[in-house]
């Protein structure tokens, strides 16, 4: 496609629900990176996929946050039991080099 | 202490001023500099990186890096509506560096008032 999309670009839910989040990465980027924008602070990184393994998850806030990536394309980042403080805009982005990073529109997710 | 600092604005210019944004580090192993713009309900989307200190142009904006005082700027020239976003730096240690390792600042909001 033309740019990372992501789905749903809205996402509301009851506090311990489970969600979905999707990412479809540009064509031909390996890399896929997840992350967390909350009101006030920075990025956060969350994972890091190369390819279909993911060699840094060093970011995901607890073990109710995991992720896959299948086909080297479409990654789903799944939260469990959703909680009040995962509400946040979760951002993926792409690429095919350590200089340049293609992010997509985001997923806003809000926990009542 | 954040690794990364940077005034969250809102800063409010009229349109054609010189608008300067900045961002200070405490980590002196960042050598590779990005700045990002996000419109809102927007991903950030790079307008312009650089490696080690002076400066890059591109167009009306102008990228400034000051290893020494760890600060980095952007400038904008002739300031436009159309650049009203929040503007984010990032940094890493190099070029080879993975963007997990990517070091954002929270962001400075710019308004730009017809």
């Known amino acids: 496609g033309a740019g990372v999309s992501q789905s749903p670009s809205n996402k509301v839910t009851e506090k311990g629900k489970d969600v979905e989040l999707r990412c479809d990465p540009i064509?031909?980027?390996?890399?896929l990176y997840w992350y967390r924008q909350s009101l006030g602070q920075g990025l956060e990184f969350l994972i890091y996929f190369q390819g279909n393994s993911a060699p840094d998850k060093s970011g995901l806030p607890s073990d109710r946050f995991s992720a896959e990536r299948t086909g080297g394309s479409v990654s789903t980042l799944t939260i469990q039991r959703t909680q009040q403080e995962d509400s946040a805009v979760y951002l993926c982005?792409?690429?095919?080099?350590?200089?340049?990073?293609?992010f997509g529109s985001g997923t806003q997710l809000s926990v009542l | 202490q954040k690794e990364v600092e940077q005034d969250p604005g809102p800063l409010s210019v009229p349109e054609g001023a010189i608008v300067s944004l900045n961002c200070t580090y405490s980590n002196s192993a960042f050598q590779y500099f990005m700045w990002y713009r996000q419109y809102s309900r927007k991903g950030p989307e790079l307008l312009m990186y650089?490696?080690?200190?002076g400066n890059k142009e591109d167009g009306r904006f102008t990228a400034q890096v000051d290893k020494s005082s760890k600060y980095i700027s952007l400038f904008i020239r002739d300031s436009q509506p159309s650049d009203s976003a929040t503007y984010l730096c990032a940094m890493k240690r190099s070029m080879n560096t993975g963007f997990q390792k990517l070091v954002f600042g929270t962001g400075t909001r710019l308004l730009v008032s017809p």
């Open positions: 650089t490696y080690s200190s």
């Open positions: 982005a792409s690429g095919t080099t350590n200089e340049k990073l293609f």
């Open positions: 064509s031909g980027h390996t890399a």
